[in-house]
C-alpha cells in the first residue's frame, strides 16, 4: 500500500529523502505559510471584504483538498485508498456547502445561513469522518495478547461507535437539561434551528469521541498521518459547534478569525493524505508486538482500563444529573427519562460486545496455553512425546508396577548411518526420514503406548500391560523402519538397531535409569550385527560389547 515512491530514507540531507518525504514537507510549508497570511488577512481587512475573502478561500481549500484525496487514493491500495476516499467524500459534501455559504454571503450580506431541518445533512459530513477514522488502518496496541485480523478489528470498531454514541449522548443530554431547554423556552422563534443544531453538534462530539478514542487506544503505521487527520476533524467539529451555536442564537455572523477553523481543516486532511509512512515501519504493517515503539505490558493495561470505563463516566453524570431532576420534580419532558433508558441500552450492547470479545480473548490465552505445554512435552520436528514427558511416563509405569505388579518394556532405536543420509542428501531429507520412522514406529504400537524422539536419531518405546507378545511388538517395529522411503528423489531403505528389556511381575525391582541403561545396551549390542535387528536384554544372555557410539546429531 505505498504511494509509489520508495520509502526507505537516510536522515540528514535532502538528497538523502525519498520523493513523498519531500513533497509532503514543501506541501507542509506551503500550509503554514497560507495560513499566517490568512490570519493576517483576517486581522487587516475590513468585515465586509474579510468575509468575501474567507468563504472564497474556504471553497479553493475544500476543492484543493478534495483533490489530493483523490489523488493519493488512486496511487494507493486497500485500506490506504478507502479512508482517502471517504476523506475526499466528506470535503466534496463540504465544498458544496461553502458554495452555499458563499454565495448567501455575497446575496444576503451575512456569515451565516439559517438552520432549517434540511441542516440536518451536515450529518453527512461527520458520518464520512468517523468512517474515514475507522477505516484508517491502525493495530491495537496489545497486538501480541489480541492478534490481528478483521474479525477483531470489527469488534473493536463496533465498540468504538457504541462508546462515541453513549459519551455523545450522554454529555448532549446533560447539556439539554441543565442550559438548552431553557435557550428554547426563551427563544421559541427558534427552537427548530436550536434543536437541529442540537442534533448536528451531538453528532459533532460523536466525532470528536471517536477522534479520541481511536488516536489513543490504536497505534497507526503512518501515526503523522493519524494525527493530522484526527486534528482536521477535531477543529471541524469545533467550528461546527462554533456556527450552529450563533445561528440558533439569531446572529447573523462570528469572528473573522473563527473562519480559520473552517479553512484549516481541508488543508490538514490533504495533508494527512501526503503524509509518508513511519520511517520504523515502512509503508507495509506496523512493527511486531515487542518492538521499541510499543507499549509495554503495564502502559497498555492501563490503556484497556481507560477504555473500559471511559463511556460509563458521562452515562454517569447524565443518569445522576436527571435522577436528581426527576426528584425534584424539575424535568422537562419524559423521554428525557426513555432517552437515559435508550443510552443505558447502548451501553449495555457495548458491555456484551466487551464480554464476547473478552471472552474469545480467553480462548485464545487457553489455546496459546495449550500450545505452550504441547511443545514443551513434544518433539517439534515429529510430534512425538520429548525425552522430558518418555522419562516422566516411564516413573508413573513403574510406579504403577509397583503397587501392582504386571508387564512392562522399553525399546530403544537407533537409526545407523543416519550420518550418511545427511551429509550424501541433505539435512531437509534426514528430517524426512525422522518424521517417516517416527510415524512409522507409532503406527506399530498399541494407543496406549508411548513413542518418544529422545534426540537426534535416537527414540524410545514405553509398552506397558497388554497381552500381546513384546518381542513380537519389536519385530514389528524392525520391519515397519525398514521399508523403503523415498527421499530427495532417491529409494532409501534405513537400517535400524532396536534394544528391547522387560520387566515381568515378578522381576526383582529396577529404577527408570536402570531400565533406559538395560535397553541402551541392548541396542548396542544390536547395532554391533550392523543391519536391522532386535536384540532383547536378559541377565542370562548379556549383550554384546557396545559398539563405537557415533557422537549426537542436531537435526
Keep these: 500500500m505505498s504511494d509509489g515512491a520508495?520509502?526507505?530514507?537516510?536522515?540528514?540531507?535532502?538528497?538523502?529523502?525519498?520523493?513523498?518525504?519531500?513533497?509532503?514537507?514543501?506541501?507542509?510549508?506551503?500550509?503554514l505559510v497560507f495560513m499566517l497570511a490568512t490570519l493576517l488577512a483576517g486581522v487587516v481587512l475590513p468585515e465586509r471584504p474579510g468575509l468575501l475573502l474567507f468563504r472564497c478561500l474556504a471553497v479553493a481549500v475544500y476543492a484543493a483538498g478534495t483533490a489530493v484525496c483523490l489523488v493519493c487514493a488512486a496511487r494507493n491500495r486497500?485500506?490506504?485508498?478507502?479512508?482517502?476516499?471517504?476523506?475526499?467524500?466528506?470535503?466534496?459534501?463540504?465544498?458544496?456547502?461553502?458554495?452555499?455559504?458563499?454565495?448567501?454571503?455575497?446575496?444576503t450580506d451575512s456569515g451565516l445561513i439559517r438552520l432549517t431541518p434540511a441542516s440536518l445533512l451536515f450529518?453527512?459530513?461527520?458520518a464520512f469522518g468517523v468512517a474515514s477514522l475507522l477505516t484508517y488502518p491502525t493495530e491495537p496496541f496489545d497486538l501480541a495478547v489480541r492478534g490481528p485480523g478483521p474479525v477483531q478489528d470489527a469488534r473493536w470498531y463496533v465498540i468504538t461507535i457504541l462508546d462515541g454514541v453513549v459519551v455523545a449522548g450522554a454529555a448532549t443530554l446533560v447539556a439539554w437539561e441543565t442550559i438548552l431547554h431553557h435557550m428554547v423556552s426563551i427563544a421559541d422563534s427558534h427552537a427548530e434551528s436550536i434543536i437541529v443544531g442540537i442534533a448536528v453538534s451531538a453528532t459533532t462530539l460523536m466525532l470528536t469521541v471517536v477522534v479520541v478514542l481511536i488516536t489513543t487506544f490504536r497505534y497507526a503505521h503512518r501515526q503523522l498521518g493519524l494525527g493530522l487527520l484526527g486534528t482536521a476533524f477535531l477543529a471541524f467539529a469545533v467550528t461546527m459547534n462554533v456556527y450552529l451555536y450563533s445561528a440558533s442564537t439569531a446572529q447573523t455572523d462570528v469572528p473573522r478569525l473563527a473562519d480559520l477553523g473552517v479553512i484549516l481543516p481541508p488543508l490538514l486532511v490533504g495533508l494527512a493524505?501526503?503524509?509518508?509512512?513511519?520511517?520504523?515501519?515502512?509503508?507495509?504493517?506496523?512493527?511486531?508486538?515487542?518492538?521499541?515503539?510499543?507499549?509495554?505490558?503495564?502502559?497498555?493495561?492501563?490503556?484497556?482500563?481507560?477504555?473500559?470505563?471511559?463511556?460509563?463516566?458521562?452515562?454517569?453524570?447524565?443518569?445522576?444529573?436527571?435522577?436528581s431532576m426527576a426528584a425534584r420534580g424539575s424535568l422537562h419532558a419524559q423521554y428525557e427519562i426513555w432517552a437515559l433508558l435508550g443510552l443505558l441500552?447502548?451501553?449495555l450492547i457495548r458491555q456484551l460486545t466487551t464480554m464476547a470479545d473478552n471472552i474469545r480473548l480467553l480462548a485464545r490465552v487457553e489455546e496459546s496455553q495449550r500450545q505452550l505445554r504441547h511443545l514443551a512435552f513434544h518433539d517439534p520436528l515429529t510430534d512425538l512425546a520429548n525425552r522430558t514427558l518418555f522419562a516422566d511416563r516411564l516413573d508413573h509405569a513403574l510406579a504403577r508396577w509397583r503397587r501392582h505388579p504386571h508387564r512392562l518394556?522399553?525399546?530403544?532405536?537407533?537409526?545407523?548411518?543416519?550420518?550418511?543420509?545427511?551429509?550424501?542428501?541433505?539435512?531437509?531429507?534426514?528430517?524426512?526420514?525422522?518424521?517417516?520412522?517416527?510415524r512409522r514406529l507409532a503406527e506399530s504400537v498399541r494407543a496406549d503406548d508411548t513413542v518418544a524422539r529422545l534426540g537426534g536419531d535416537e527414540f524410545a518405546i514405553l509398552l506397558e500391560g497388554g497381552t500381546e507378545d513384546f518381542a513380537v511388538i519389536g519385530r514389528r517395529l524392525t520391519e515397519a523402519v525398514r521399508t523403503p522411503v523415498h527421499l530427495a528423489d532417491t529409494t532409501y531403505s534405513a537400517a535400524a538397531s532396536f534394544g528391547l528389556v522387560i520387566v515381568e511381575p515378578d522381576s526383582a525391582p529396577v529404577s527408570a535409569q536402570d531400565l533406559l541403561h538395560r535397553a541402551d545396551l541392548a541396542m548396542y549390542a544390536a547395532k554391533a550385527h550392523g543391519v536391522t535387528s532386535l536384540t532383547t536384554y536378559g541377565p542370562t544372555h548379556p549383550p554384546a560389547p557396545p559398539a563405537p557410539r557415533p557422537p549426537p546429531l542436531t537435526t
Design 409 to 438: 518394556a522399553v525399546i530403544f532405536c537407533d537409526l545407523n548411518d543416519f550420518k550418511r543420509v545427511n551429509d550424501a542428501l541433505g539435512h531437509a531429507a534426514g528430517d524426512d526420514l525422522l518424521r517417516v520412522t517416527a
Design 123 to 126: 450529518l453527512l459530513p461527520c
Design 78 to 107: 486497500g485500506r490506504e485508498r478507502h479512508w482517502r476516499l471517504l476523506s475526499a467524500a466528506m470535503l466534496l459534501f463540504l465544498l458544496a456547502v461553502t458554495v452555499i455559504v458563499l454565495r448567501a454571503a455575497v446575496v
Design 345 to 347: 441500552v447502548v451501553a
Design 273 to 323: 493524505a501526503l503524509s509518508p509512512p513511519d520511517r520504523s515501519t515502512g509503508d507495509g504493517p506496523a512493527a511486531p508486538p515487542g518492538a521499541g515503539h510499543r507499549d509495554d505490558a503495564r502502559t497498555a493495561s492501563r490503556r484497556r482500563g481507560w477504555h473500559s470505563v471511559l463511556p460509563y463516566l458521562p452515562l454517569l453524570v447524565a443518569g445522576v444529573v436527571t435522577m
Design 6 to 31: 520508495p520509502s526507505g530514507v537516510l536522515a540528514g540531507s535532502g538528497a538523502g529523502r525519498s520523493p513523498t518525504d519531500r513533497l509532503f514537507r514543501r506541501a507542509s510549508a506551503s500550509v
